[in-house]
């Protein structure tokens, strides 16, 4: 068996164009979905494929894009129909989206077929889509060292009882706050996640927008603020963006989520990657940063963070 740290992440979610508005403007048929921004931020950190269905409007530059990106789009099928299309409108505070429409086009009748590259990846992160289609990817893999998945509001709504059976054979399970309140009908948040986490996830992360990220492991908990970035410009995509830094820096340290160190190193380095998503429409961010931006983000991150350890005695 190859080791971990050699395997790659395989990711399943959507591949859209997406419509947008905010208070910083709006966009039209961007580049977008949840294994688009997954994997854009998770290749900073290890080798990323992605499964996926795209219809035969999706425009060739795109493609072009994401494998200039070294993603790997061997599991990107292009189907006959359109491409997935999403449209939502953030109001002023730029937190939840108000989803103004969803066409499922292609991905309504993809059934994946898992090729013998993607069987046996490190991470398997089922992003944000269908439960039913999140099963079958799910259902191929010969091994994985780690499982992880994602939800939204609009599969909650329609197939709560799939999603539930997936949480089972899950081991890190993201989602954010009015998703885990709608999920649970818990008000408090940790109490929402512990609830979560007794359908079988080892993990729950909670993402909370622009005031960080709760995340329930084993019998502990984190609570961290996002890193504070003045330039919010479209926030689409920043909890994908979060799972990618989260998962790819796991990924390329080994998985072993028993590791306190190592968990919160793998959060922190998610809200960082979610902190640049949101300062660009689309992908537009992640497509230009350097690695040593995300180096330079994170000691930022951890120098606003710390406090003095030495014991009030020892003074
Ligand atoms: P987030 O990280 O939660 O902001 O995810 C944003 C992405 O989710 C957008 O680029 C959308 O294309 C995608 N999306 C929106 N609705 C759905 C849905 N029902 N199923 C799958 N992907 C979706």
Request: overall charge neutral; proline content about 6%; hydrophobic content about 40%.
């Amino acid at each position: 068996m190859t080791p971990a740290s050699k395997r790659p992440v395989v990711v399943t979610g959507s591949v859209a164009l997406d419509t947008v508005k905010t208070a910083k403007g709006r966009c039209k048929d961007v580049l977008g979905g949840s294994a688009v921004y997954f994997s854009m931020a998770c290749r900073f950190f290890h080798p990323v494929q992605l499964i996926g269905a795209v219809g035969a409007d999706f425009p060739g530059s795109m493609k072009k894009l994401l494998a200039g990106c070294e993603i790997d789009l061997t599991g990107l099928e292009e189907l006959p129909g359109k491409t997935f299309r999403w449209s939502g409108e953030f109001g002023p505070d730029l937190q939840n989206p108000q989803t103004l429409s969803t066409a499922l086009n292609v991905i309504e009748h993809f059934r994946p077929k898992l090729k013998p590259a993607h069987k046996n990846p490190s991470v398997a992160f089922l992003a944000n889509i269908d439960p039913e289609l999140q099963w079958e990817v799910l259902s191929q893999l010969e091994k994985a060292d780690l499982v992880a998945c994602d939800t939204m509001n609009f599969w909650i709504n329609q197939k709560k009882p799939a999603i539930k059976e997936l949480l089972a054979h899950i081991d890190i399970f993201f989602l954010n706050d009015s998703e885990a309140k709608q999920l649970t009908g818990k008000a408090n948040l940790l109490e929402a996640a512990r609830t979560v986490k007794t359908w079988g996830p080892r993990i729950v992360a909670v993402k909370k927008g622009e005031h960080g990220s709760l995340i329930l492991a084993q019998d502990n908990f984190y609570a961290y603020p996002a890193y504070p970035t003045e330039s919010v410009v479209d926030p689409t995509g920043a909890g994908d963006s979060f799972a990618g830094g989260f998962l790819g820096y796991l990924a390329s340290h080994g998985c072993d989520i028993e590791d306190p160190v190592l968990l919160k190193r793998a959060l922190l380095h998610g809200s960082v990657m979610a902190s640049f998503t949101v300062e660009s429409f689309s992908t537009e961010r992640l497509e230009s940063l350097k690695p040593a931006e995300i180096h330079k983000r994170y000691h930022q991150y951890l120098e606003m963070m710390a406090v003095d350890l030495i014991p009030a005695f020892a003074r």
